[in-house]
């Protein structure tokens, strides 16, 4: 299980010592994608992309199963059956038992009823939001907010937008935009991830746009490291990928007051060990509150996309680690970069009956912006405040 051991694997398939096998396969898909083991390694072996091709290879050789491929194939690359099965998906969850901190509920048919899933938005930010904000004209991005803000967490992409706003940003908001391709890739079907990438390249527009600002560290790193392999000529759009911290950091500054909440920072394994980008949502927070480190904040919290579903006995070992660093910390509030984490988090949390929030650093820098400032109504501003409600 460990990174020597799947390159073993990975070697023996290719020399033909081994066969492809479902044994095989669960070895190779129990990796959740950290990629501490890359960071680590002192020869700088590229351990993540490894373990993708290999992902390639058995899914090419075994096959995907026909409900993976549906979904790859049919549901994400049209937007409109996608935001048909995430309706679908909203109203059973009125059925589903409510949890003890709320917005969550438990999903009784998983995980024996001790998985803790928010609320599906009524609306996605998609439809709610404005496909254009016009701003000062001197900086212009597109914004691509990702399948977790969209429907889970909309409060979170208008936080964004609002920012950029604020700021005088003019922003593309493209409703074409699609799933960043992440989870098909880890199933290693590369022609569906190709078919995502090149609609999302296609729609952000690249050539007329400063930057692509993002609010999730797995869809950044994604765009960022897989996009050149997937699409010839992609470099370009690669280069222009930022974290909104990072955009914030390198374009537009502060000027905020901090707040008086304590708020530590937990660091997302994408963005961290995928990106290096670790210093920008920090320096964010320490301008925009009372900061606190937490121990082991550069640890998984356990999520890995869909291995939390399929291994959630180790998903929960990771996330208990994780939320006792949290206590640790003394924090009002832990803050993180991408909502796959926060989704963890506030599993976790839940779990233990721990009542810290949990929040984008996107929020934390909207509200001490905002502090002891009148600012008129936006229609990014407007937006922002009817998905709060």
Known sequence: MVARGRISLLEALLEGRLIPTYYGREILMSCYGCMRCSEACPSSVRIDLIVRSAREILAREMGLSRFARFVFRQVLPRRRVYDGAISAARFLQRFLRKSGSQPLRHLPMFFE???????????????????????????????????????????IAASIMHILDLHG????????????GTPVLAYGDMDAARTLARRNVECLETDKVDAIVLGCASCGLTMKRDYPVLLKGAEQFSKKIYDISEFIHEFLGYS?????????????????????????????????????????????????????????????????????????????????????????????????????????????????YLKGRDFPGSPARQTSKTLRE
């Open 169 to 180: 940003v003019d922003v593309i908001f493209p409703r074409s935009q699609l799933c960043c």
């Open 256 to 368: 905020n007051l901090p707040l008086d909440e304590r708020i530590t920072y937990h660091d997302p394994c994408h963005l961290r060990w995928g990106r290096g980008v670790s210093e920008p949502p920090r320096e964010l927070l320490r301008r925009s509150c009372r900061f606190v480190e937490m121990e082991r904040a550069g640890e998984c919290c356990g999520l890995g996309g869909s291995f939390s579903l399929t291994h959630y006995d180790v998903s929960c070992a990771l996330g208990k680690a994780k939320v006792d660093a949290v206590r640790e910390s003394g924090a009002d509030i832990v803050a993180t970069a991408c909502p796959g984490c926060i989704l963890q988090l506030q599993d976790q949390l839940a779990k233990q009956q721990i009542k810290t929030s949990v929040m984008h650093v996107a929020q934390i820098y909207e509200m001490s």
């Open 113 to 155: 009823g001790k998985r803790n899933v928010p609320r599906i938005a009524a609306m996605p930010a998609l439809r709610r939001m404005p496909e254009i904000s016009k701003g000062r004209g001197n900086i212009k991005v597109s914004l691509f907010i990702g399948c977790m803000l969209n429907y889970v967490y909309p409060e």
